[in-house]
């Protein structure tokens, strides 16, 4: 018997650009950046070397009930205001708590949680340490807390990833629905990680840009001048279900998910494989899933960091997947706009993917001025219109420990 066709009905973030999905995707097609200069105190105590980053266009504690966000770490709070959002743009699916499941992700987890308790712990000693420390800080948490909030009991699990998390989440959502453990999935990804340690980490590792005199301008995929990503964070959750399910309660359907894959380097912890290979092979399993061919691709939302070598080997592995019909493909990095939300980059660019396929347009790479000759890619600098009729779209995903996680989607 034939796989259930599964589509997206509903869609919610949270995310550098605005508030809401909407919001977000208004800002991206116009161009805006997410990246501002940091004013937190720590920035200059600590004399970091990168002073700018991409955070949430709002603080989630200015929306949420205050009883609710003290009892949940900076991660969980994205994840529950993009969930309601999705939930609430699917229709509020009438479901059985049994039939309902969530499939998240992070790259880090609950950093701010973990690092506020070690400062209680060393500088005001045990007894002031919070008990609900470990419940906020453990990577399920943003899967728990979604879990609790829509009753859901078919299972809540939690990628981790690095920043190939929430693609791998996504694909996991159609494995389970697929093989009936459940009818409805909330699937995505968090991360609140814009903290003082990521940042000098990254930054220690040369993956970070140091353009703090002009952050808006400083996530440059492609670019000649690109000199690496701009840390960002938020969430973004999608509503998953298979199509007879759908139908019947007559759900708007934004795009049909027709295939996923994951594969893994095994060359460096941090350093993809400069040929891509396992790449390309992630994406090709995930075009075949359904029975597409790559030549079926018109457009490609690129994992596209901004970092010299990133760049580079995604292109490659793109050209070994496609070869002369990469030209044929329009490719966009909305990295540019919104910065890189490690665990939550792959949902984020997926609900990215998703709005392209249903409203018939590829939204921006802004910040391209001198495009690098050694990616000779058709990127879209303005927002570029896609053909009528059947499109097919993917949306690429790799993480730090080698890892690839790739969706493709069609139009509805």
């Known amino acids: 018997m034939a796989a259930p066709r599964i589509v997206i009905t509903g869609l919610g973030t949270f995310s550098p650009l605005a508030p809401n999905a909407p919001d977000t995707w208004s800002a991206l097609l116009d161009g805006a950046s ?3 200069s940091l004013e937190q105190p720590w920035v200059a105590e600590l004399a970091l070397p990168v002073t700018f980053a991409a955070p949430s266009a709002v603080d989630p504690e200015a929306v949420l009930d205050r009883v609710e966000a003290k009892r949940l770490d900076r991660g969980s709070q994205f994840s529950l205001l993009a969930a309601r959002e999705a939930w609430k743009d699917a229709g509020e699916p009438d479901v059985e708590p049994e039939r309902l499941g969530v499939d998240w992700a992070t790259g880090i987890g609950g950093v701010w949680t973990l690092l506020n308790a070690w400062d209680t712990l060393r500088e005001k000693g045990p007894r002031r340490v919070l008990p609900m420390t470990v419940p906020m800080l453990m990577p399920n948490a943003p899967a728990a807390a979604i879990e609790m909030e829509f009753s859901a009991r078919a299972g809540a699990r939690t990628v981790v990833s690095a920043c190939a998390s929430s693609t791998e989440s996504l694909a996991n959502a159609v494995e389970h629905l697929q093989a009936g453990l459940a009818d409805v999935i909330i699937a995505g990804g968090t991360e609140a990680s814009i903290h003082p340690l990521p940042l000098a980490s990254f930054a220690a590792m040369q993956a970070l840009s140091k353009r703090n005199d002009d952050p808006a301008h400083a996530s440059r995929p492609y670019d000649e001048a690109r000199d690496g990503f701009v840390l960002g964070e938020g969430a973004a959750a999608l509503v ?3 199509e007879a399910h759908a139908k019947a309660r007559g759900a708007r359907i934004y795009a049909v998910v027709v295939g996923s894959a994951v594969t893994s380097d095994a060359h ?4 993809p494989d400069p040929e891509g290979t396992a790449a390309a092979r992630a994406m ?3 075009v075949r899933a359904a029975g597409h061919d790559v030549a079926d691709v018109r457009h490609i939302n690129a994992h596209a960091t901004s970092t010299p070598i990133g760049d580079i080997a995604e292109y490659k592995a793109l050209k070994h997947v496609f070869g002369d019909h990469l030209d ?3 490719v966009t990095a909305t990295k540019a706009s919104t910065g890189h939300l490690l665990g939550a980059a792959g949902a984020i660019e997926a ?3 998703v709005k392209a396929l249903s409203e018939r347009v590829v939204p921006p790479t802004i910040n ?4 690098d000759p050694e990616i000779p890619l058709d990127v879209a600098r303005t927002p570029r219109k896609l053909p009528a009729g059947d499109v097919l779209a993917i949306s690429n995903s790799f993480g730090f420990g080698g890892h690839n996680a ?7």
């Open 268 to 271: 460096h912890i941090t350093a």
């Open 240 to 242: 998953l279900e298979t």
């Open 34 to 36: 997410g990246a501002r």
């Open 328 to 330: 044929e493909v329009v």
């Open 406 to 412: 790739v969706v493709a989607f069609a139009s509805a």
């Open 368 to 371: 391209l001025t001198q495009q």
């Open 351 to 353: 609900l990215f993917t």
């Open 284 to 286: 090709i399993a995930a």
